[in-house]
T-cell receptor, first 112, second 112 residues
Framework: SQQGEEDPQALSIQEGENATMNCSYK?????LQWYRQNSGRGLVHLIL?????REKHSGRLRVTLDTSKKSSSLLITASRAADTASYFC????????????FGQGTILTVHP | NAGVTQTPKFQVLKTGQSMTLQCAQD?????MSWYRQDPGMGLRLIHY???????DQGEVPNGYNVSRSTTEDFPLRLLSAAPSQTSVYFC???????????FGAGSRLTVL
């Protein structure tokens, strides 16, 4: 069964607006990551937040983690048409390698 | 630096046929894994390996076989293809001690 569930399943916004995607998970984690997938391509790692962190920034990306609610959110500020992609959260349990469990993803469409 | 290379990119099989999806990485990553991606299901882990000679099952291993004779290569074998194995397959790798995955571009398999 999937560890992570994401919402919304699809999000459509205008360029310049902010996009927020949410991820919930079921079991305890070491870290949570967000990946991006452009149509027909492989996934690309965006950002990792550890279980003892609450917020992390990388460029226009802001990730929050609430371990008490077992949830995370990804905020993309000032979105661009090039941000159009699917975004997946992935959780890592107790291993020191990349055995990740992925959510179902959010399809983001940014209209120019 | 090629990263993770998957071949073939596209393949059509008939039910009952066998084939091997190839995956090679040139980053000296110890961990390698295979995921399948189906609409609405996100990515599900099939098999993984933490080093040459060591493999283990993921969430959906039935119908698939793997081996790891070298650090670089991690082929996925379908012994008797079924229509339920129609999917996009991704190979991904990471160093031990790091959870972040590097993905290949994917292999789209159709079983008729």
């Amino acid at each position: 069964s999937q560890q992570g569930e994401e919402d919304p399943q699809a999000l459509s916004i205008q360029e310049g607006e902010n996009a927020t995607m949410n991820c919930s998970y079921k079991t305890s984690i070491n870290n949570l990551q967000w990946y991006r997938q452009n149509s027909g391509r492989g996934l690309v790692h965006l950002i990792l937040i550890r279980s003892n962190e609450r917020e992390k920034h990388s460029g226009r990306l802001r990730v929050t983690l609430d371990t008490s609610k077992k949830s995370s959110s990804l905020l993309i500020t000032a979105s661009r048409a090039a941000d159009t992609a699917s975004y997946f959260c992935a959780t890592a349990g107790g291993t020191s390698y990349g055995k990740l469990t992925f959510g179902q993803g959010t399809i983001l469409t940014v209209h120019p | 630096n090629a990263g993770v290379t998957q071949t073939p990119k596209f393949q059509v099989l008939k039910t009952g046929q066998s084939m091997t999806l190839q995956c090679a990485q040139d980053m000296n990553h110890e961990y390698m894994s295979w995921y399948r991606q189906d609409p609405g299901m996100g990515l599900r882990l099939i098999h993984y390996s933490v080093g040459a000679g060591i493999t283990d099952q993921g969430e959906v291993p039935n119908g698939y076989n793997v081996s790891r004779s070298t650090t670089e290569d991690f082929p996925l074998r379908l012994l008797s293809a079924a229509p339920s194995q129609t999917s996009v397959y991704f190979c991904a790798s990471s160093p031990l001690g790091a959870n972040v995955l590097t993905f290949g571009a994917g292999s789209r398999l159709t079983v008729l």
